[in-house]
DNA sequence: AAAACATTTCGTAATATTGCGAAATATTTT
DNA sequence: AAAATATTTCGCAATATTACGAAATGTTTT
């Protein structure tokens, strides 16, 4: 009697999940579909945190594929990857039904 | 120039976000929606942790209003907690449009 | 009352997260 | 080339998460 693995959904879902297990997140992520695209500069003030961990939690959502950041000197673009932002949200309707 | 705070609905979906950022527990959720109860030791087959660290994990999903459980001598039927699971899902829908 | 069963709590260890300010990097403007 | 601007990386500290086995708790059966 072997224990199964968690299958590769599970993983997917449990990963999008920690990418939006922080207020901080969860609010970069509100501001971006909101209006599309912004500047990390601007979501600065918009969030009770320092530049240096704004810019943590910007990474982990680039990591997690939700959002994507381009170069737009000298700021950086910082737009929903929406093919991240999609899945996220059918693999998280699924889940719940 | 005031930095706000995070709005309670996002830490509401942060904190259910959290309790679904580890593949086994959305793995238990998996199992309780598709049959409703189920005992904590039928649980553990299904997954590859000892009986300690589910339990952990169940607590974390009580702890989050996602589960309860009843205690069914001798053992524990876990099961779904409702408005807990409706408002998760109500907020992760809302969340992604 | 003792044995068996189901589950949790405890103690501990390893690793991850969150946060900040200072320093580093890179680009543009002066 | 120096100054200004935007952002990240580094170094660090505090706390949280994940995991396990052993021991504890509580119930039922023998």
Known sequence: MTKPQ??????ALARYSKALSHPAR???M????????CYSG?????????R???S??????KEA???QGEFNPP??????????WEEAKRMMGEFFE
């Open 6 to 11: 968690y299958t590769d959904k599970q993983i």
């Open 26 to 28: 969860v609010a970069i």
């Open 30 to 37: 509100e501001i971006l579909s909101q209006q599309s695209c």
């Open 42 to 50: 601007d979501i600065t003030n918009d969030l009770p945190i320092a």
């Open 52 to 54: 240096s961990t704004l």
């Open 56 to 61: 943590q939690h910007l990474s982990e959502l």
């Open 65 to 67: 594929g939700l959002i």
């Open 75 to 84: 700021k950086i673009k910082y737009c929903i990857h929406k093919e991240g």
